[in-house]
Structures are given as C-alpha cells and as structure tokens.
C-alpha cells in the first residue's frame, strides 16, 4: 500500500477517469473531429494530476505559487479540457463547443484564450523547452513551484527536444518533471517502426535524468513516482508512464488510425455503454 494515497483516493480518481473518458467521447462526437486515442490513455494521468498532484486554484489561475502544467503534445488536449471542466476551471457545458468557431476549446490550446492554460502548444518538440525556461527562471527567482512537462513519445522524434533535455540536465533543473505518454504510436504507425525510440530509459539518463518508469494506468505507482521526483535534488525527473492508446474502449486500444479520428455518433453510444460497465467494475473491485 501507498504511503501518499489512500485507497479511497485512489477509487475516487478511477471513478473520475472514467467519467471523464465519457465526457471525452460525447465531446469528440459533438465536434466531429479531433483526437482520440491519445486522450483516452492519458485520463488516468490528468485526472490524477488536477484531482491529487498539482498545487492550483481554478478560482485563481495566476496564483504565484501554482505548479505549473506544461502540455507539450498540443493535440491531446482534448482530455486536458475534460480534466479541467471537472475541475472548476469553466462549465462542463462548454466542452460541447470543442473547435467551433470562436469556442476557447481549439483543437490545439491556446494560452490567452483559457484561463489555467499555461503555454499555446501544437508544433511537437516546444513543449520541454518551454518548461526548461519556466523551470530554470523559478530558480532564478527562488520559487518553489514545481514544472511538470506532458510530451508524446513521437516528439522524441525531434532535434528540439533532446536540446532541452540536454538543457535540463545540465543545469540539473530538480524542479522539473517531465512525464512522457510513452504509449507507442503516432500518427502513421508504431514509433519503433516509424523511428525507433529504444532504449528510451538509457538516453534519458545519459543526458543526467533521473528516469522512472511506470504503469500510466495505475494511479497508486503514479503518484509514488511524482513523490520520487519531487525528493530528487541534483537532476530533473523523468516519468515514462507506460500508457494504452484507446484505454477504456477494447476496439480503440492500440490502434493507430484512431489517432486523430473522432467517434462517429453508433460509434459513440457502444463505447460509452462501454465505459459505463468499465465504471461499475472499478466499483466493485473497490468494494
């Protein structure tokens, strides 16, 4: 058992995930586009993190001290909108307007347009460098917020990214955690077929990470790692969460062309039938 959390929370945040699993596939449909795979293996995290991890206010989304969430992978921000709609930031009615014109749900989030968005983010590969400076200025100014970095493991597949990380672990930026959704595809394919990525944990700690990895679906391992990170002091954390692309809908999971394809409006109702049933198994083996 966790000493950070309590089986309780734990029943609570999967409950949470489900439910905005749900929210996400009624939003996708309603827009008519936009990304699915990804978001959906990304649930469990973001649920955790706006629910358990992070230090914020939705009430105050400039509060000096706040942690500061970095979406590198702009194109699954899909969940990241369910997670903060739950979470107070703005009405859940108001995740029916995703990429209607003139909504503040774009396809890709845009940091003047929603409150609590920190960064505009969609060309892959900005997201750690952006954290790095945040990161490295909070140092500067002896703050003690903490960074967190979301990214794709595609973007590895960009020369800008491993410049921060090499950025980062020179300055050995302990305030920073990335978390990667190491989740195995892109949008043509499988990464190690597409551009091989392996052996991710080893280039991370050549460059003076210290690396976890973890089930991105067990929210008990999670949060033990983010409390590891948080007691590392002389190099950034990296989390590589082991996550299924499509977790939660068995027709979704693990396959590619549902990277960036909507549910159409017969595919919608099985799969939330679907993730109804999922959410009463999770009651039950709380029970």
């Known amino acids: 058992m966790s000493q950070y959390i309590h089986d309780d929370k734990i029943e609570e945040l999967e409950l949470k995930a489900n439910e905005a699993r749900e929210l996400l596939i009624e939003m996708l449909t309603e827009a008519g586009s936009g990304h699915t795979a990804g978001p959906l293996g990304m649930a469990d995290i973001f649920t955790t993190m706006y629910f358990h991890v992070l230090n914020h206010d939705p009430k105050n989304t400039e509060m000096a001290d706040r942690d500061r969430l970095i979406l590198s992978n702009g194109h699954i921000t899909p969940i990241r909108y369910v997670v903060m709609a739950m979470a107070g930031y703005f009405p859940v009615e108001e995740l029916k307007t995703l990429r209607k014109f003139g909504s503040r749900l774009q396809g890709h989030p845009e940091r003047e347009r929603l409150p609590g968005v920190e960064t505009t983010s969609g060309p ?139 549910p159409k409006p017969e595919e919608a109702k099985k799969f939330l039938d679907e993730l109804r049933t999922l959410g009463g198994k999770i009651k039950s083996e709380h029970q």
């Open 124 to 262: 892959l590969g900005s997201g750690l460098g952006q954290a790095c400076g945040i990161a490295y200025a909070a140092r500067m100014d002896k703050k003690n917020f903490r960074t967190f970095c979301l990214m794709s493991d595609g973007e590895h597949q960009e020369g800008s990214t491993w410049e921060s990380i090499m950025f980062a672990g020179k300055n050995k930026l302990s305030n920073l955690t990335a978390i990667v959704d190491r989740n195995n595809i892109q949008i043509d394919g499988m990464t190690e077929d597409i551009m091989p990525l392996e052996n991710f944990r080893a280039k991370y700690e050549a460059f003076n990470w210290h690396v976890l990895e973890v089930d991105g679906h067990n929210i008990e391992q999670f949060v033990d790692s983010i409390e590891q990170a948080k007691a590392i002091f002389e190099k950034p954390t990296v989390i590589i969460a082991h996550t299924i692309p499509g977790k939660g809908i068995k027709e979704i999971e693990f396959d590619y062309n549902w990277h960036g394809k909507p």
